[in-house]
């Protein structure tokens, strides 16, 4: 829900769900932003979208140059995933993903994503509580994906191009801010000099 009792600059973190639309207006029938239990002032919107089937770490304000700080600076942010794959994956497929694999990108390019960094994990709940999933019953991979650039479902792609489907997608962090054990729709403050802190922390 959007309210109009404050205009000034504020800046909020949520954990978005899975299967909600990371918008608050839309022509579809979907669960948006706007359902959260909260009271976003009028002129919040997020920075760097996550499709819908996609978890996680979501930046909300209502500072209309917090876009170009975070993905047309100079200098890099990182953005951390775990991620729920398909099947065991081999020490080869692991290489492969690791010096960088080719995937298509808006246009029909091909574009060549390395990963910052990338790791097999075997107890996802220590970086996230809540990273369990009934599918793990079959054989599956969990991955933690760090990356410096931003593609359209790049992390998808990626394992895609390595015949591994991506069962489940979370989003850790962006740069110094952190999803931590957040609640699925929880939604957090954070002061302007906090945010800006964070956002400038890497690595």
């Given at each position: ?18 299967n909600?639309?990371?918008q ?21 919107h ?39 794959v ?28 390395k ?50 489907r991506?069962?489940?997608?979370i ?20 002061a302007?000099?906090?945010f ?8």
């Amino acid at each position: 829900m959007l309210t109009m009792s404050d205009t000034s600059k504020r800046y909020f973190i949520i954990n978005k769900p899975y299967n909600m639309v990371s918008q608050f207006i839309s022509s579809h029938n979907v669960p948006l932003l706007g359902s959260l239990n909260f009271s976003f002032p009028e002129g919040t919107h997020a920075i760097g979208r996550l499709d819908s089937t996609s978890e996680g770490l979501l930046i909300l304000t209502t500072d209309k140059t917090v876009t170009r700080k975070l993905f047309l600076a100079q200098q890099q942010h990182s953005r951390s995933y775990l991620v729920l794959v398909q099947n065991k994956m081999t020490a080869e497929t692991f290489k492969k993903l690791q010096n960088g694999i080719e995937i298509k990108i808006k246009g029909g390019e091909n574009y060549s994503a390395k990963p910052y960094s990338i790791e097999i994990i075997t107890q996802p709940t220590l970086l996230y509580k809540y990273a369990t999933d009934y599918r793990e019953v079959y054989a599956h991979t969990w991955l933690l994906i760090t990356l410096t650039e931003g593609k359209f479902r790049q992390v998808r792609k990626m394992v895609l191009a390595v015949k591994h489907r991506c069962l489940r997608l979370i989003r850790l962090n962006i740069s110094g801010i952190h999803l931590q054990d957040m609640l699925p729709g929880q939604v957090k403050e954070l002061a302007e000099q906090e945010f800006y802190t964070l956002l400038e922390k890497e690595f």
